[in-house]
């Protein structure tokens, strides 16, 4: 393993996931554009950058600590942002689950000396860089995505993809069963 790795912690989507994310990357018929590889589709929870070996016991510890409920992430609409021509898709709204798994995660990663990101949390699965023409808005058919982990990937900057793989995975709290009346 080399000293330092470029890392993030992430959902990663599971077979029927990806497909039905490809099939919004199809759908969205960009004019041009590099399309992200089917097996390197994820949304980002936090982004550490490079990570030395003797921090990833800290790292290790402060995902494995999170008690965060699982959660349904309904991605339902696709956008473009212009600056860095990233075609994305993405929830509407963040999921309260989501927030405090994200929060929890900066907060104790803090103590492994990475520094919460300042900008607003934008859950999202880039799809296309470079992409242009590309149709965007809601999605007529919403893809649910059931979010019962999350993983450690690492970045290789490798040209070929895929270009990022996942380290390790953690599962988050089952959801609860509602008690039944009888
Ligand atoms: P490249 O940077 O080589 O074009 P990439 O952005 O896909 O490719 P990384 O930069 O290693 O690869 O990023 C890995 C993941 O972390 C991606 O989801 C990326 O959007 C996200 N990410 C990268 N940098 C940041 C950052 N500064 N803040 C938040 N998320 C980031
Ligand atoms: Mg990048």
Redesign the pocket.
């Known amino acids: 393993m080399p000293d330092r790795q470029?890392m993030?912690l992430?959902f990663w989507p599971d077979a029927a996931v990806r497909k039905d994310l490809v099939d919004i990357q199809s759908a969205m018929h960009f004019r041009r554009g590099r399309m992200?590889h089917p097996l390197?589709l994820?949304?980002?929870l936090?982004?550490l950058?490079m990570v030395d070996t003797g921090q990833a016991p800290c790292v290790e510890a402060a995902a494995g600590g999170q008690a965060a409920n699982a959660f349904d992430l309904t991605i339902d609409h696709t956008g473009y942002w212009p600056r860095p021509r990233?075609a994305w898709c993405g929830p509407a709204e963040v999921p309260r689950p989501l927030q405090t798994l994200v929060d929890g995660l900066q907060r104790d990663l803090r103590t492994c000396g990475f520094e919460p990101?300042a900008?607003t949390y934008r859950p999202h699965v880039?799809l296309a860089?470079d992409a242009r023409g590309g149709a965007t808005g809601p999605l007529a058919s919403p893809v649910v995505w059931p979010c019962h982990r999350f993983v450690l990937?690492s970045?290789s900057?490798a040209r070929e993809p895929p270009?990022?793989e996942v380290v390790r995975e953690w599962p988050l709290r089952p959801h609860k069963m509602m008690p039944t009346d009888s």
């Open positions: 470029r993030f992430a992200v390197d994820h949304i980002t936090v982004f950058g990233v990101e900008r880039t860089r990937a970045s900057g270009r990022y």
